[in-house]
């Protein structure tokens, strides 16, 4: 699988939103988080969601999480030939921190999600492995949180977030908190992991660079309260690589958000 898979020949979308809108209320006093957000998710996409801060990236992944509901639109999630989508049992979630628990190791950290849900324990312990390899930390199963780098820690979240294996993953900026180094690396190891996993991935983020080079699609929202400003394929050249990064194809869709969101 590659970004440009989901293009062609897809079937109908995983997820499909029209004019969602979600309204926050205290006593009398009412907040607008998301006006309008109109967009169709296909299974094997990986969509990036950029914006400024505070727009209601947050509070759409929330909903699509199903922790919070929404006040106006429409939102379907599961597709039609998909099954019954249940949200504790289809979703998987990456936060800003690994929130790894530091009295479990790294296994029993990525089993959490199948201890939870009651999953088989012996067919949960030899998947669990498997993403550990998958996500580059063999080896690493019977160390404890405080032994890993920032980097490998979130490499085991996103592990934890696949033991289950839900539909969708959501991922609310999981590398704001590393430093650029890492989180370049990181950015790689998404990618890699993605073609391996095959799963849907919808990844929050602050960053316009990296929103082009990890989405398969771009959805763009203006700031609060959240407006879909744009939702566009990024076609690029396939397997992505940082140095993809110096090419005008790769400027012009920066250069496309920028004007979009208004950045001189």
Known sequence: MSAASGVAGRGGPLISMNQLRKVYRKG?????????????IHEGDMVSLVGPSGCGKSTLLKILAGLHGHDGGTLQIGG????AFNPG?????VFQQPLLLKWR?????????????????????????????MVGLTGFADKHPYELSGGMQQRASI?????????????DEPFGAL?????????LEMLRIWE?????????????????????????????????ADFFPIALHEPRKLHIKTTPAFGAY???????????
């Open 254 to 264: 920066m250069t496309r958000i920028y004007d979009l969101l208004g950045v001189e």
């Open 28 to 40: 009398a006093q009412e907040f607008l988080a998301i006006s309008d957000v109109t967009l169709d």
């Open 196 to 228: 391996q996993s095959r799963k849907t991935f919808v990844v929050v983020t602050h960053s316009i660079q990296e929103a082009v080079f990890l989405g398969s699609h771009c959805a763009v929202l203006t700031a609060g309260p959240a407006r879909m």
């Open 89 to 93: 049992r289809d979703v998987g979630m």
């Open 179 to 187: 430093d650029a180094l890492t989180r370049e690396k990181m950015n």
């Open 105 to 133: 190791n790294i296994l029993d950290n990525v089993l959490l999600p199948a201890d939870i849900l009651g999953l088989p324990r012996k067919a949960a312990v030899e998947r669990a492995h498997g993403l550990l390899e």
């Open 159 to 171: 592990a934890r977030a696949l033991i289950h294996d839900p539909k969708l993953v959501l991922m």
């Open 80 to 83: 039609t030939g998909s099954g």
